[in-house]
């Protein structure tokens, strides 16, 4: 059984940092994605970043320079080092990891969440100004 657990999360004032973790356990897959994305009161889940098996990465254009993913392969872990954060970065951050897409000519992850199978219960980070 695949479980995906987050922590890191809580309250900051405009123009802090926050790391999240996700550790995961119960995969194995030789080529997969792991992904952040949020979700705000009323509004969709969006995709925030992903990084592959190769650590190839792509990130939503509000947090690119701000916001990094990275992943310990040895841990099973990833994280999301958030800087600069803005009170538009509230939301419930979720891990997630799935399948990569493409094929001979390339691997690639989709920033979107129909494209992720396994999810964390999610982690509060609320920023204040």
């Known amino acids: 059984q695949v479980q995906l657990v987050e922590s890191g999360g809580g309250s900051v004032q405009a123009g802090g940092s926050l790391r999240l973790s996700c550790a995961a356990s119960?995969?194995?897959?030789?080529?997969?994605?792991r992904g952040w994305f949020r979700q705000a009161p009323g509004k969709e889940r969006e995709g925030v970043a992903v990084?592959?098996?190769?650590?190839?990465?792509n990130y939503l254009d509000s947090v690119k320079g701000r916001f990094t993913i990275s992943q310990d392969n040895a841990k099973s872990t990833h994280y999301l080092q958030m800087n600069s954060l803005k009170p538009e970065d509230s939301a419930v951050y979720y891990c997630?990891?799935?399948?990569?897409?493409?094929?001979?000519?390339?691997?690639?992850?989709?920033?979107?969440?129909?494209?992720?199978?396994?999810w964390g219960r999610g982690t509060q980070v609320t920023v204040s100004s």
């Open positions: 119960g995969y194995s897959w030789k080529r997969y994605c």
């Open positions: 997630a990891v799935g399948p990569v897409y493409g094929g001979v000519g390339g691997f690639y992850c989709v920033l979107g969440a129909g494209a992720f199978t396994f």
């Open positions: 990084i592959d098996s190769d650590g190839s990465t």
